[in-house]
């Protein structure tokens, strides 16, 4: 092979991989997109589970993500068919629209949370973040 043959297979396929692995990287807060930018392991401020993903978010602050998502519906949506496309559980409703939903993943927990957030049958879905307690 020819290196221009072998430059444009090796585009492909981390073109690919990259579409294999898109992630969200930010959540919505009062409607607005908040951007989430990933901290990895070693300069994290936060001590914690492995089992935890962090990010920064556009006002610096620390955050951890896990396999939740609290999500809040309005009074006339209906929780079961708003879900049913998607392999979460209800873990705990914490009050009449309030809910805590498991997701298979962290990755996921992003994800989903958006596509949820954009639907008009949700007042808020975002993860369940992990924050360090601050002074004020």
């Not at 221009?4 to 690919?16: D, E, H, M, N, R």
């Not at 392991?41 to 955050?63: C, F, M, N, P, W």
């Not at 396999?67 to 049913?84: C, E, Q, T, V």
Request: proline share 5%; hydrophobic share 40%.
């Amino acid at each position: 092979m020819n290196i221009k043959v072998v430059l444009i297979f090796t585009g492909l396929l981390l073109s690919a991989f990259s579409a294999v692995n898109a992630q969200d990287n930010y959540y919505y807060h009062e409607n607005q997109r908040v951007g989430l930018t990933p901290v990895p392991k070693i300069a994290r401020s936060i001590e914690g589970d492995d089992g935890v993903d962090y990010y920064l978010t556009e006002q610096g602050h620390q955050v951890g993500i896990y396999h939740k998502i609290l999500l809040k519906i309005h009074k006339d949506s209906n929780l079961l068919f708003l879900l049913a496309p998607y392999d979460v559980t209800v873990e705990e409703q914490l009050s009449p629209q309030l809910y805590l939903i498991v997701v298979p993943s962290n990755n996921l927990a992003i994800d989903l949370s958006n596509r949820l957030s954009e639907s008009p049958e949700v007042e808020y879905a975002h993860p369940d973040f992990i924050k360090s307690r601050v002074a004020r």
